[in-house]
Nanobody, 116 residues
Framework: QVQLVESGGGLVQPGGSLRLSCVAS????????MSWYRQAPGKERELVAT???????????NYADSVKGRFTISRDNDKNTVYLQMNRLNPDDTAVYYC??????WGQGTQVTVSS
């Protein structure tokens, strides 16, 4: 069974940075589209960033408008790990962040709280 384990969440002040990590196991990671979602209290889960792997192996990256220019998704195929570098955080970024593989598999989530 595919397992995704997120880490790196925490409490940060507005303007600060965090890097989330998601380690995948029992997954053909190199050929899997990996994404980050988030869910704030009382809101629906939303897509934050995705690294799409096409059939040829090339990648396409998309971001939600709200995080463009501040967040960066990246991956290390040798470590089966996808990252989300989050800069210039603001209180609206407060949410539980989830890793997703292939649009199917989910991690348990990691809390990110942006507050002074």
């Amino acid at each position: 069974q595919v397992q995704l384990v997120e880490s790196g969440g925490g409490l940060v002040q507005p303007g600060g940075s965090l890097r989330l990590s998601c380690v995948a196991s029992r997954l053909n990671f190199r050929w899997s589209t990996m994404s980050w979602y988030r869910q704030a209290p009382g809101k629906e889960r939303e897509l934050v960033a995705t690294h799409i792997i096409s059939g040829g192996g090339s990648g396409l990256i998309n971001y939600a408008d709200s995080v463009k220019g501040r967040f960066t998704i990246s991956r290390d195929n040798d470590k089966n790990t996808v990252y989300l570098q989050m800069n210039r955080l603001n209180p609206d970024d407060t949410a539980v962040y989830y890793c997703n593989a292939r649009g199917t598999f989910w991690g348990q989530g990691t809390q990110v709280t942006v507050s002074s």
